[in-house]
């Protein structure tokens, strides 16, 4: 008797166990990996964008020159590149202090609006001696700005009402205050355009180491103490646990609700203070100005720093740059806008797909 063969099962086809690595999420990275992922980040941007615009007719050998001696090593550019950066630098910490308590700040662009509103209510009204007035202008735009914000954040905090929803829909109500008063009340008698008269010299930002330097070294100051209240201080330590975890914030004692009111009163006043840096230093009057997306490029500097200052200021300042070289490439080169916006939103999504490299990496399987 011939016994019948034993079948042999099949081995099933499995094709995680033939993988050889697997995807895990990083405890940290420091600073220094962090600092060269973003920095191939930028360059993989830069040259996906060279790609883009070598094929749209621009010589190849000019746009070294134009992305970056043109834009860094020329002194009217460069103070471009500032002016343009100041006031971002300003709108991108205030979105970075108001994710950290996660409160979802979208309403930036309209606090700057009625930042530059305080201010110039100061200048139309002559409020103040002649010799504090810039500083008065200031200190009402920073709390027009604050005052703008303090509605959705008591929204939120009492009747539970979306913060997205409600500082989104605030800044169509600034807007449209404003041209009521650029085509209004405020408007300038002795002009045909829809701005404030002019302010006098005492209440525009004075120039020092350029146009640029006022803003700038306000910016850069407020980067300090944002950077001494985020890492130094007994609130920027609650605030960590507040963005951590809020209901076990809340467990330990923390007083989450005051944290996030605090943050978000600092995050209108920081906006409303970028506003007085373009009505006081870049326009030198109430403009439409506010119309360039300075808030949502606030939103993008902070998400891509990932709500830390001092980076949030080295992508305000890439950002910048961005916009003042597709400016010249429109004028020179004559791009059209639409491409200039793809450039800049490769090199943007470029940045922001680094943070997946920065959190996650490859282990290999044993």
């Known amino acids: 008797m011939i016994d019948a063969a034993v079948p042999v099962p099949r081995r099933r086809f499995e094709p995680l166990a033939s993988r050889r690595y697997t995807l895990e999420i990083r405890q940290q990275m420091p600073w220094g990996q962090q600092a060269l992922v973003l920095a191939l980040a930028v360059l993989v941007g830069l ?27 020329d002194a009217q550019s460069l103070q471009a590149v500032l002016f343009q950066a100041a006031p971002m630098i300003m709108v991108g910490l205030a979105a970075s202090i108001a994710f950290r308590a996660r409160f979802w700040n979208l309403g930036l662009e309209g ?8 201010a110039t209510a100061v200048s139309i009204f002559e409020l103040g001696p002649p010799g504090l007035r810039l500083p008065l202008m200031m200190a009402v735009a920073a709390c027009c700005g604050l005052l703008w914000a303090l509605g959705p954040a008591l929204l939120k905090l009492k009747l539970g009402v979306n913060e997205i929803i409600a500082t989104l829909m605030l800044n169509y109500v600034a807007g449209n205050f404003l041209l009521h008063l650029l085509y209004g009340a405020w408007k300038d008698p002795q002009s045909a355009f829809p701005h404030s008269p002019q302010f006098r010299a005492f209440e525009r930002l004075p120039e020092f180491f350029g146009p640029s330097g006022a803003a700038v070294t306000l910016a850069l100051a407020a980067m300090a103490l944002a950077w001494w209240f985020v890492n130094a201080s007994r609130a920027g330590l609650y605030l960590r646990f507040v963005h951590a975890n809020p209901t076990m914030a809340g467990a330990a004692g923390v007083p989450v609700a005051r944290m996030v009111l605090a943050a978000v009163l600092v995050s209108g006043a920081l906006a409303g203070i970028a506003g007085f840096l373009v009505a006081a230093g870049q326009e030198g009057r109430l403009t439409q100005a506010f119309h360039h997306g300075y808030g949502f490029s606030g939103i993008l500097i902070a998400f891509l720093a990932r709500s830390h200052p001092v980076a949030a200021t080295l992508v305000a300042v890439l950002i910048a740059l961005l916009f003042v070289a597709g400016r010249s490439l429109q004028v020179f080169y004559q791009i059209p806008f639409a491409m200039v916006q793809l450039i800049q939103a490769i090199v943007v999504i470029s940045v922001a797909s680094s943070d997946f490299f920065i959190r996650h990496r490859l282990r290999r399987m044993q």
């Open 47 to 73: 040259a996906i964008s060279g790609a883009i615009l070598v094929a749209a007719g621009v010589p190849a050998g000019e746009l070294f020159q134009e992305f970056i001696v043109a834009t860094v090593f």
């Open 111 to 118: 606090q700057m609006v009625w930042g530059a509103i305080g």
